[in-house]
């Protein structure tokens, strides 16, 4: 094997909850996965084809702060359900889908919605809103022998105390079996490979000094400082 000619990129990794470091390999975000949000954003609820847009592995940061970014004034949260999946394939079973993930998590889809709103209007890509520095807050990765396949349960997000988003995970349009399966039609899916799952209504704006709180009943609750 020849050698590296650069230094080596780091593999990046987000904590597990038993005190282990998860490998990303690629950050998949489903958009408009809850109906009443698909609604608030101007869009029909009604189930059509689901749609994916990518975060960088990089973008995933557990610290427990948020960096505000530069090039807009309009931030907003979007609490999701985190997938990590320990193997993949192509053409994944709905009846297999479960059986290749690692484990869940709460994460932040954050989103530069000025940005992500001008990319929209032009039809061009939206990375410049949502694959930005630290543009996806997590908390620890639960096993799946310590969570099981949370498929309801509250989902919420609150910023300095006040309730900004609340839904159940049952409200996903797009269940995490379909979206594994979904995926894994279009794209090759690997150990690594995380999945944001959707976010409910109520997204909004966040200021420098926010202090965010996303939680997800039986996974836990991810603190979010906005610097
Ligand atoms: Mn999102």
Redesign the pocket.
């Known amino acids: 094997m020849s050698e590296h000619v650069i230094e080596t990129p780091k593999v990046h990794t987000i904590p597990t909850s038993d005190g282990g470091a998860f490998p990303v390999r690629r950050v998949y ?3 408009r ?1 809850f109906a009443a ?1 698909a609604v608030e954003m101007g869009h029909d609820p009604n189930r059509e084809p689901p749609f994916f847009f990518q975060k960088n592995p990089n973008n995933l940061d557990a610290s427990g702060e948020f960096p505000y970014p530069p090039h807009t004034s309009d931030v907003h949260h ?1 609490v ?1 359900l985190l997938v990590g999946l320990k193997s993949g394939g192509t053409n994944i079973a709905l009846s297999d889908a479960l059986n290749h993930v690692w484990g869940y998590g709460v994460s932040l ?1 954050m ?1 530069r919605r000025d940005l992500q709103g001008e990319m929209k209007k032009m039809g061009r890509p939206w990375e410049i809103g ?1 694959a930005f520095e630290r543009s996806g807050p997590v908390g620890p990765l639960h096993p799946v022998s310590d969570v099981g396949h949370p498929d309801q349960g509250r989902i919420a997000l609150t910023v300095n105390g006040d309730l900004r988003q609340e839904g159940d995970l049952n409200q996903m349009i797009w269940k995490v079996p379909e979206m594994i399966s979904y995926l894994s039609e279009y794209f090759e899916l690997a150990a690594g490979d995380v999945i ?1 799952a ?2 409910p209504s109520g ?1 909004n704006a966040v200021e420098p000094g926010d202090t965010m709180e996303a939680s997800i009943d039986s996974i836990g609750t991810l603190t979010v400082k906005v610097v």
Do not use: A, L, P, S
């Open positions: 975000c489903i958009g996965n949000h979007e999701e889809d989103t949502k944001m959707g976010t997204v």
